[in-house]
């Protein structure tokens, strides 16, 4: 059951994130296949189709990187802007890049 009152416009986003939820698993294989809520239009209902997609294409194609990103965000200044030359050669020197690494389609990135 829906807990946001129909006439909100947080209902149709409501409906919308929980379509592409099932159809993510509906194409993983985690859910046999679910019709969209009729009250989504086209235009909306092809967008979750085709964000659903690239999300479980993103899923399939794991990429596995060696760099600890908990650490390396932790090193990164909150809210920095503009370039500090000083403060990117020293996080170059802490953590070397590893490589070129070209991504064709969407990913997501283990570390």
Excluded at 15 to 35: R, T
Excluded at 38 to 54: S, T
Excluded at 61 to 89: F, R
Excluded at 91 to 102: F, V
């Amino acid at each position: 059951m829906n807990p946001i009152p129909a006439d909100w416009a947080l209902a149709t986003t409501h409906l919308a994130s929980d379509y592409v939820s099932w159809q993510f698993c509906s194409i993983v294989g985690a859910m046999p296949k679910v019709l969209p809520p009729p009250e989504l239009d086209i235009v909306l209902l092809v967008a979750c189709c085709n964000l659903a997609w690239r999300l479980t294409d993103a899923y399939l194609n794991p990429v596995t990187i060696n760099s600890d990103l908990v650490c390396y965000s932790e090193a990164l200044h909150m809210q920095e802007t503009g370039i500090n030359s000083w403060h990117k050669e020293s996080l170059l020197e802490q953590y070397p890049p590893g490589g070129q690494l070209i991504l064709e389609r969407p990913t997501v990135v283990l570390d």
